[in-house]
């Protein structure tokens, strides 16, 4: 009876299966089974951190009157805060809007617990906040009449009055009056002035208006009330202020502080002398050198000049006061400190202890950008050089010098150096010294005595798992940073003085990471090339990223790099040496001892050269080097012309990734072979010509042969655009004009179902054009940056990590992205999912959970340990790391892995075992009993 | 005369043609600015905290932005003519975001944002009045451990029950009166349980089978 | 008459010209390209004129190719250039309909001409505004040392323009979401089936089973039950 009944089963059961749905969803299920990639809660805080800038002040003052005293500060990255007096902590933050609609412009002075503000370009925003709480009490717009003016105005608020100041050439100065709260236009006057002209140095101190006129010792400097309705230009000479003998080229300047003065300088900034504005304009008959800087406030009634020198790690704060005729000097503080470098202060706050003692706190801002409070010796110092960081490397930690010693029995080369030792007596006597180390060293740390001192932090060594690592990270005032990934503290600090990024625009530098800390006893070797900012000719600076100590120091190179390239092979010290181009393609080697190494490969080796200015891309080989010089000579050229379009981004793939299959298994069982070029290089332009004008042209570039490999084009699209350029797929975002909504799309290469060759990639050889999947998607959310994850061997899947506008950063799985994704629902393959049009942003992908990190300019990411792992430090405005697990975590066991259960339950089954034998044997001595 | 009429036509034809497609390359630059205005509601039990410093608003990703005042009001100022998505970022409450279009004569019309579809129009109330949707879920539970877990876990499952019968059926054996209940049902509910073949042959041989079956009866009998 | 006619029929062409430039359309134009060459093993070569390529209309892409052929000297440079695994490099002048006249250089590997036999294909990529951005040259041989039999170049010219970008398919999601609305409100009536008309195929085995077994068990219910009555009585 079965057979019959289980056949007319199986015909109706497929049907069944088939037909419903549940199937569907089940298949579904499982390919999405990896797609939940939370996070716990218990995990929070554990393996990541955030750390909070505000960037270099611009104003600052400290707010005595609240209940809490705290600093207020208003910075060039676009932020005003409020920092704590006595630790320095941000108390609260507002970012306004980025870039020239959000440039704080003027800041008024603290009163009544709230602050007038004015930010923008054209037209500008004058903002109104409470400050204990920090958020807006009113806001309102200023027209601005004379757009093209907007560099020359100047404001001034006074009184619950804001004065909107333009200076108009060789007529005067037109002075518009607005309430600060509400806005209403008070009233508009213009003040004749005719001193004015495009080559006065004017600076607005009010309520003067003052002119400098004339570079000689006949200079003269103008000066008008401008709040005065019925003020007559005036006029001072030089000769009045300095005396005879003074020099131009004569500079004047606004004096910082809570009392209208300038300070002039004379004798090319040699020295200089300051004039008071408060009543009628008087010279201070005390000369100040030209490189300190000068505040001026006062101690209840008398006027106080604050003179601040810096002098090789000393910095002297000198008080002059001003009431008596003869000025008196009298030394305030002398400091050592690593942290000032070249200070400003930027705003004082006094309280009087006694009849004629001062206790003063001195809010200090470094050239290179740190804040500092001095009161005595400094209390806080806060590092906002990170709020701008242009190049960002994760290094390894060496080992711990035990280990390191145990290495070094093993190491060839030491014991090539002595051949008595190489042999096995030597080695046997090696080996028990160095236990007898360990042993000694591990007797101590049990009885908990004090080690002995080595020159390396404890903790400062590479963990299991290889999770522990030092962020090495560059900033644009030229300061280098230490930081290690546990908790986020500054471990070292470097400054190399006078450099910039290469173009004006990017503050690009680029770091070399040039030798590794696995090369016991060579040290880890990192090189900073940048641009010196007086020439504009290459800099190297070369340091150890673990202890923050120069090597070699900053080497000054006589010409403009224009391309530069870490070498693949290394030297006998295991040593990258860098392939520097200038700008008239001759090719030089650092360190010049490893140009043998250089030009030993110099055959296969290229290099290629993106001009945006000109959009000529060209590429060099080093084929013809002589074993003494490296030659660069052309090989390819292409134009891609700015008439009609202007180069955005040039992005080629991570040196360090490695692709784990060649394939893809599609549905048929058969093989689609992925197009693996590791020469490949995507060009993005933005259409310039009036017929381009909003088109995104995207090109792929062989860059060893220079041969064009796919192009496509997209019209109606405005910028930014991020692209992410990883093994055989580019992942781009932009913004659809059309259809106002920002897309991502997506490009894979294949080869096909053949591969064209089976063991190695050459771009010399390799003439046919892959296959190109595409396909594009709507990101609901807007886009600051983007990047892909990536560990060492490649196996784990790669997720896109996406900066969001509004603090998140979400982790997107490739899967989602696939240009392989059906829109056809009946076709199934493993691991592609259907297609849907908008990407979902799903919240538990959101990496930084609530701890938003705002202004986010670049995500860098870099292999651990684990190959499930993958390591992820994000910068901008705020920093933050942590560590993702795309594959989650498949290496190594779960996190709450109930060892504890397994532990009882096993020696619960034992035991029970045990005691049930013997019940069974006394049972069966009972029966034998019966 | 008709003529002259047809002829100043086509060449009116002609020159609004032309300035058609000049005029669709020049830009209208409107130089109007317009103020986009509008309140954000905290969640319960938002009090005291200081919500609106934690919260902010943006247009367009960042473009301009709008901070709240004291009662959650906010205004976008300096915002020339266009479509704007509307967005409330706070790290712990999601908000739905909300697009506001400025046409070039001032006029102000809230939508909800549909990306797929992009023209239609769910209309919103203007001056926005933004509330709170759902606060972010950014965590899993853990999976928690519970006894149940273990006790229905199908491999402890079969080793337990077995061995309760085990060790209680013979005390239940032993205790007389429950043995005779036992005897009764068996002897109840006591019919083989017929073999399907023997079933199957049965119905479709039915005579035989009878005859044979009488022969035992008579059998056991004797 | 027929002057004001002609007059308007003149005036409607160009009034639909006008239309036209307004619109996206492709362009099309013409290209001269001279071509230089180099056989040198040094960094910096000389060149020496190859050839001419006209290209009348770059929609169809039908080229002019004029080349001479190439003297024994040169074929023996390039064998030397291959033995030294050197590379032959080729410089393209465009010049294209906007008036533009740009340079480009190419290279490929000496071996592979040889190899293919001095057949090569030169490819022309296009920005979207059809101007040249890129002159490749590739050869498909594999690398030889042979000496070629050809005197003369095979040239193949290959216009490339770029690709339209992918728009999210949105058009058809909608009509999905459309379709399974509609099945939705339509499909709730479906499954109103009676329970029967759903499960008989579980329904009909259990009940065959059951009027079986009652079948054959009147028989040995009744035999038992009087056997057991039987020895009961005794």
């Known amino acids: 009876m079965a057979p019959p009944i289980l056949t007319i089963f199986r015909g109706n059961f497929n049907r069944f299966c088939i037909d419903s749905q549940f199937f569907q969803y089940f298949i579904v299920l499982l390919s999405l089974f990896n797609l939940s990639l939370c996070l716990y809660e218990d995990q929070v805080g554990k393996f990541d951190w955030r750390q909070n800038y505000v960037g270099k002040i611009k104003f600052a003052n400290f707010d005595n009157v609240s209940q809490v005293k705290k600093i207020i500060v208003a910075t060039e990255e676009n932020v005003i805060a409020a920092l704590n007096i006595k630790t320095g902590q941000i108390l609260w933050r507002r970012v306004l809007e980025k870039g020239y609609a959000g440039r704080i412009r003027a800041f008024s002075n603290v009163a009544d617990d709230e602050l007038i503000l004015v930010n923008g370009g054209v037209p500008a925003i004058v903002r109104y906040w409470n400050l204990t709480t920090g958020h807006i009490l009113n806001e309102w717009p200023i027209a601005e009449q004379n757009p093209d003016r907007i560099e020359d105005v100047q404001w001034h608020i006074n009184d619950g009055t804001l004065y909107h100041i333009l200076p108009i050439y060789n007529s005067g100065v037109e002075v518009t009056a607005y309430d600060s709260k509400t806005g209403e236009k008070l009233k508009s006057r213009k003040i004749s002035a005719p001193f004015i002209s495009q080559e006065t140095e004017c600076v607005l101190a009010s309520p003067y208006f003052i002119c400098l006129k004339g570079d000689s010792s006949l200079a003269i400097l103008f000066y008008i009330n401008i709040f005065e309705p019925k003020s007559q230009p005036q006029s001072i000479t030089i000769n009045t202020i300095f005396g005879a003998g003074a020099e131009g080229p004569y500079r004047i300047s606004l004096v910082p502080g809570n009392i209208a003065a300038i300070s002039i300088s004379t004798d090319n900034n040699r020295r200089k002398r300051l004039l008071l504005l408060e009543n009628e304009p008087t010279p201070v008959p005390h000369d100040i050198d030209g490189e300190n800087s000068v505040y001026i406030t006062n101690f209840d009634d008398k006027k106080v000049v604050l003179e601040l020198s810096y002098n090789d790690k000393i910095t002297t704060v000198m008080a002059t006061y001003l009431n008596e005729n003869e000025p008196q000097s009298e030394k305030l503080h002398r400091i050592i400190h690593n942290d000032l470098y070249r200070p400003e202060i930027v705003a004082t706050t006094c309280t009087c202890k006694s009849l004629k003692r001062y206790a003063c706190k001195f809010l200090l801002s470094s050239e290179d950008h740190s804040i500092s409070l001095l009161d005595k010796k400094v209390l806080w110092t806060r590092e906002e050089a990170l709020a701008r960081i242009v190049a960002v490397e994760i290094v390894e930690l060496p080992m711990s010098d035990r280990d390191q010693a145990i290495e070094t029995e093993f190491d060839l080369k030491e014991s090539l150096d002595v051949d008595s030792t190489w042999d096995v007596f030597g080695m046997l006597v090696r080996r028990l010294s160095s236990q007898a180390n360990q042993v000694k060293a591990f007797i101590q740390a049990a009885l908990g005595l004090e080690p002995q001192q080595s020159n390396q932090r404890a903790d400062l060594v590479r963990d299991k798992f290889g999770l522990h690592k030092m962020i090495v990270a560059v900033t644009s005032a030229g300061k280098i940073f230490g930081i290690e990934s546990k908790k986020g503290e500054l471990i070292w600090q470097l400054r190399v003085p006078n450099i910039q990024g290469f173009s004006k625009e990017s503050d690009q530098m680029v770091l070399y990471v040039q030798r590794g800390s696995r090369h016991f006893p060579h040290p880890p070797q990192c090189s900073l090339l940048a641009a010196d900012k007086d020439t504009g000719s290459g800099v190297i600076f070369t340091f150890n990223p673990i202890n923050g100590q120069a090597l070699d120091g900053l080497t000054k190179l006589n010409y403009r790099v224009k391309q530069s390239m870490l070498l693949h092979v290394t030297t006998d010290s295991f040593l990258r040496s860098i392939i520097i181009l200038d700008e008239r393609d001759r090719a030089y080697v650092y360190p010049e001892s490893a140009t043998a190494v250089a030009t030993s490969v110099g055959r296969n080796t290229y290099i290629f050269t993106v001009d945006k200015a000109s959009g000529i891309l060209s590429g060099y080989s080093f084929s013809y080097s002589t074993p003494q010089n490296l030659i660069a000579n052309k090989v390819w050229e292409l134009v891609l012309s700015p008439k009609n379009q202007r180069i955005t981004h040039v992005v080629s793939k991570d040196p360090i990734e490695r692709v784990h299959s060649q394939g893809r298994v599609l549905g048929d069982r058969s093989v689609l072979y992925k197009y693996i070029n590791p020469n490949l290089v995507a060009i993005v332009t933005q259409g310039t010509s009036s017929v381009q004008k909003n088109t995104l042209n995207l090109y792929l570039l062989d860059v060893v042969s220079g041969s064009m490999v796919f192009s496509i084009v997209h019209k109606r699209t405005k910028g930014p655009v991020h692209i992410v350029h990883s093994e055989n797929w580019l992942v781009y975002s932009y913004f659809n004009e059309k259809s106002r909504r920002t897309e991502i799309a997506t490009l894979e290469l294949y080869e096909g179902k053949t591969q064209s060759n089976m063991t190695v990639f050459s771009s010399l050889t390799t003439t046919k054009l892959p296959i190109v999947e595409r396909q594009a998607f709507i990101f609901p959310a807007s886009i600051e940056s983007m990047r892909e994850t990536i560990t060492e061997k490649g196996i784990t899947s790669k997720h896109i990590l996406v900066a969001l506008a509004n603090g998140g950063v979400l982790e997107l799985p490739w899967m989602l992205v696939d240009p392989r994704r059906s829109i056809n629902p009946e076709m199934r393959e493993e691991g592609v999912i259907p297609y849907m049009p908008e990407l979902p942003i799903h919240v538990d992908g959101i990496i930084n959970y609530n701890q938003s990190v705002f202004r986010i300019s670049g995500i860098h990411t870099s292999p651990s340990g684990l190959e499930s792992t993958c390591l992820v430090f994000v910068h901008g405005l705020d920093l933050f790391y942590t560590r993702v697990a795309p594959s989650k975590t498949f290496d190594v066991l779960k996190e709450d892995f109930d060892y504890y259960l397994i532990v009882i339950v096993l020696a619960a089954l034992v035991i029970s075992s045990y005691i049930t034998k013997k019940l069974a044997s006394q049972k069966l001595q009972k029966q034998a009993w019966k | ?222 | 008459m027929k002057m004001h006619t002609s007059f308007a029929k003149i005036l409607l062409v160009l009034s639909l010209s006008s239309f036209i430039s307004a619109s996206e359309l492709d362009f099309d134009g013409w290209l001269q390209i001279r071509l230089w060459h180099s056989f040198d093993d040094e960094p910096t070569p000389r060149y020496v004129e190859r050839g001419k390529i006209t290209i009348s209309s770059i929609r169809s892409g039908a080229a002019v190719v004029s080349q001479p052929g190439l003297h024994n000297l040169n074929i023996d440079k390039l064998n030397i250039l291959a033995k030294h695994g050197g590379k032959y490099r080729l410089k393209a002048i465009v010049q294209s309909s906007s008036g533009s006249e740009i340079t480009f250089l190419t290279s490929i590997l000496a071996c592979n001409l040889l190899g293919s036999n001095l057949q090569d294909t030169l490819n022309i990529w296009l920005d979207s505004s059809a101007e040249p951005i890129a002159v490749n040259l590739v050869s498909q041989g594999p690398c030889s040392l042979k000496n070629p039999t050809a005197q003369s170049w095979t040239t193949d010219v290959q216009m490339k323009y770029p690709d339209g970008g992918p728009m999210p398919d949105t058009a058809t999601y909608i009509q999905k979401l459309e379709r399974e609305k509609q099945a939705r409100e339509s499909g709730e009536n479906k499954d109103n089936r009676s329970f029967f008309a759903k499960y008989w195929m579980y329904v009909i085995p259990a009940v065959i089973f059951v009027v079986l077994s009652s079948a054959t068990n009147p028989e040995a219910g009744n035999t038992v039950g009087s056997g057991g009555g039987g020895a009961q009585r005794q």
């Open chain 2, 1 to 222: 005369m008709i003529q002259e009429i047809r002829f100043i036509l086509a060449i009116f034809l002609v020159i609004s043609s032309f300035s058609n497609s000049l005029a669709e390359n020049e830009d209208d630059v409107s130089t109007d600015l317009y103020v986009i205005e509008g309140k954000v509601f905290s969640w319960e039990n938002a009090g005291n905290t200081p919500w609106q410093l934690m919260t902010h608003v943006m247009a367009n990703g960042g473009e301009y932005y709008g901070f709240l005042r004291e009662d959650g009001t906010f205004t976008i100022s300096n915002v020339p003519f266009g479509s704007y998505v509307i967005e409330v970022i706070n790290p712990n409450y999601a908000y739905e975001p909300v697009r506001v279009e400025i046409n070039s004569k001032g006029k102000f019309r809230a939508r909800k944002v549909n990306l797929i579809q992009t023209s239609q129009v769910i209309q919103v109330p203007y001056p926005l009045k933004l509330r709170p949707l759902t606060p972010f879920r950014y965590f899993q539970m853990r999976e928690q451990w519970r006894v149940t877990d273990f006790l229905f876990n199908p491999m402890v499952f079969m080793m337990i029950l077995p061995l309760l019968f085990i060790i209680i059926l013979p005390k239940i054996m032993n205790d007389p009166e429950t043995k005779k209940e036992i005897e009764q049902l068996n002897n109840l509910t006591s019919y083989n349980m017929p073999e399907m073949s023997e079933v199957i042959t049965s119905f479709f041989s039915s005579g035989e089978k009878q005859k044979a079956k009488t022969v035992k009866a008579v059998k056991k009998r004797q």
